[in-house]
């Protein structure tokens, strides 16, 4: 199956179950971008960029404050 595909079910199969426990649309910005990461330097940036993507957001103020964060499987370059 195609990477964009997959995530198109998974959004859809997500929303649908965000809707039925009452949370209102939009659950996420439109779009996907499959980004290839071709060196360990590209992962540590993009790594930095989730990692602050909830205080972005004003959920926290420092990344290690937010719960839900971590890696399931390093990736090794």
Excluded: N
């Excluded at 995530?7 to 779009?31: A, F, N």
């Amino acid at each position: 199956m195609i990477l964009s595909r997959w995530v198109q079910s998974l959004k859809s199969i997500l929303g649908k179950s965000l809707i039925y426990c009452g949370h209102d649309k939009p659950h996420w910005q439109e779009g996907f971008f499959d980004h290839v990461l071709r060196t360990g330097e590209s992962y540590g940036e993009k790594w930095a960029y989730v990692l602050a993507k909830p205080v972005r957001a004003g959920l926290c103020q420092e990344p290690g404050q937010w719960p839900w964060q971590g890696e399931i499987m390093r990736i090794e370059f």
